[in-house]
């Protein structure tokens, strides 16, 4: 039986004390083997406090959660061998060429010099790098830094990937390339995703299952169309800063077809 998946059961995490911000509040949730999963939320929410916990970065203050089977608050080793991460900074260094990213994260994982080289080779070539793999990273577009964190978070073939908002900031070309590299790693190589994102059509693309989280809690979860039906149509609020565009505000609902 695979154990590749991930489950959280009444995480709390808490910040500072008298009285202490609870930013992730008992939540609960199960992510299968070879499922992307949507965490979505607002700023703030609590999304990327609990990937730092999940990734063993920080500690729960209550609760429990498993990672590919092992425990996050005693077995952080073994959690941190299966796992990839790419956070909201990409963790790179822009005086070092690409390649050299690979070397360096290739040892730490324990590769060997062979196996450093040819798996640059191979992510290189599958994130679109390939030509640009012997230029120093400071000279990267943005779209560029995105794609060399996420192919470093692969170097070991981890079976489970967390991903922190990886699209933000990104122009729309970026951000579709990206999409499709994370749908490929879970079609294809059966690789577990929990994917941050503040996007609703991010989640909707790309997530087997969407959990929505506010202040802490998570607040729905179902699979995107289920979400949707759930909601149901999509409401605009639109409150003028000036009295006077009222009018205008009201003309502006009106062609897309919501009530003023």
Known sequence: MSHDG???DGLV???GSRPPIRAVDGIQLQVQPGEIYGFLGPNGAGKSTTVHVLTTLLPPTAGRATVAGFDVSTQGPDV???IGAALQEAALDNFLTGREHFELQGGLHGLSKPDRAARARELLERVGLTDAADRKVGGYSGGMKRRLDLALALVHRPSILFLDEPTTGLDPQSRSALWGEVARLAKDDGVTVFLTTQYLEEADVLADRVGIIDHGHIVAEGTPQALKEQI??????AIPANPDDRGAIEAVLSRFGEPA
């Open 13 to 15: 995490r808490e910040f």
């Open 232 to 237: 149901g149509r999509s409401s605009v609020e």
């Open 6 to 8: 991930i489950t959280v």
């Open 80 to 82: 941190r061998r299966r």
